[in-house]
């Protein structure tokens, strides 16, 4: 029983919980551990040439980058370390791009 114990909180130490997006998508737990995940305005997120600009940290996120994943509400979430509003991003949630 205590060999179960031990393996029960070194599960519950290591294991990432991720939360719920306001329109109801759980945002993964690679990008967010229950508080580093947020909706932002649009006008928080800009597209220039070389790709997605985050205004709070001048952060440029080129298009291909690994941490840009598509949106399923099609507005703008961004994931930051510990969910600063000037930390480094996790991941950045956009929606589909106009053409």
């Known amino acids: ?7 029960l909180a070194g ?3 290591t294991t990432a919980f991720a939360h719920d997006a306001p329109s109801g998508w759980q945002y993964p ?3 967010c551990s229950t508080m580093d995940c947020r909706k932002v305005a649009q006008t928080a997120i800009s597209e220039r040439p ?3 600009i985050v205004r709070a ?3 440029v996120l080129p298009y291909a980058d690994s941490r840009v994943r598509m949106s399923p509400d099609g ?3 961004w994931c930051s370390a510990a969910g600063k509003a ?3 991003t996790i991941c950045l949630f956009v929606p589909p791009r106009a053409y």
């Open 29 to 31: 737990s690679a990008c």
């Open 1 to 7: 029983m205590r060999g179960f114990l031990f393996l």
């Open 86 to 88: 000037y930390g480094k």
């Open 11 to 13: 599960l519950s130490a």
């Open 75 to 77: 507005e703008y979430h």
């Open 57 to 59: 940290t001048g952060e």
């Open 50 to 52: 070389q790709g997605y």
